[in-house]
């Protein structure tokens, strides 16, 4: 479903490590492809025809791709998936951080479920804690929010309760697509579940988060984001611990 646009070029992101394997960003968008789609460009069938959707900020911080975003989450939930939302926050991409909270907040009445970093929680809130940020980000909708916290792995929250998970100690190469490996395998999880989320107990939601941990610190130990995805099988060795 992918389309091509001859008059945008392809938005780049070049991204610079430092010795601890931390990022920072910066983007030739002006503007890319990825902020041109428009609602008239959506494949309904697709949208009305997948179990999980997931989005991120990133196509929110220009129009038409924000509208364009916005209805797709829109089509995909009438339809009955599970709507995933990360607001991945990316100061350059956007006017000032007051319009960046502002955005990335709108999205959120439509999630399900939520990823969100340490550091974007505590933006988007305003609190003092990470427990205090999941208590607000629930009460605007979404049954789950899952905080990363880098190494020291994530804090699970529904309104049944928070449960912390502990990350896997590794050396760090590269921390580019931790929270995308993370999530995504989170997501793998769910989607091998029969259950609905609000079916789901706290622990069985911390026995995904612990899966995608253990893909998180595969990824972390190797150079680039796609690269270093890990296989099934090498995450089911980590969690037994053979690696």
């Known amino acids: 479903a992918v389309i091509e646009d001859p008059d945008y070029f392809t938005t780049l992101a070049f991204v610079a490590i430092d010795e601890s394997g931390e990022r ?26 997948c ?14 791709a924000r509208e364009t975003t916005m209805e797709a989450a829109t089509i995909a939930k009438g339809a009955g998936a599970v709507i995933s939302y990360d607001p991945n926050y990316r ?33 988007m809130t305003g609190a003092a804690t990470y427990e205090e ?16 916290l880098g190494g020291d792995g994530v804090l699970v929250a529904t309104k049944e309760g928070k449960q912390r998970v502990q990350g896997f100690k590794v050396p760090v190469v590269d921390t580019t697509g931790a929270g995308d490996s993370f999530w995504g395998s989170f997501l793998y999880k ?26 998180a610190s595969i990824c972390v130990e190797k150079k680039g984001a796609i690269p270093a995805m890990p296989k099934l099988t090498q995450v089911e060795e980590r969690l037994e611990g053979k690696k």
Not at 95 to 114: C, H, Q, R, W, Y
Not at 133 to 146: I, R
């Open 24 to 49: 920072e960003f910066s983007f030739a968008r002006k503007p890319g492809a990825d902020t041109q789609l428009t609602k008239e460009e959506l494949d309904q069938r697709l949208l009305s025809d």
């Open 51 to 64: 179990r999980i959707f997931h989005f991120g900020s990133l196509s929110l911080t220009n129009e038409p």
């Open 91 to 123: 100061a350059s991409l956007w006017k000032d951080e007051k319009t960046a909270v502002e955005g990335m907040k709108s999205a959120i009445p439509l999630a399900d479920v939520m990823k969100v970093s340490d550091e974007e929680c505590l933006l």
């Open 133 to 148: 940020a999941a208590d607000q980000l629930l009460a605007m909708g979404p049954k789950l929010v899952a905080v990363t």
């Open 190 to 215: 769910l989607s091998q579940s029969d259950k609905r989320i609000d079916e789901l107990t706290l622990e069985e939601l911390a026995e995904y988060a612990r899966f995608g941990n253990a893909a």
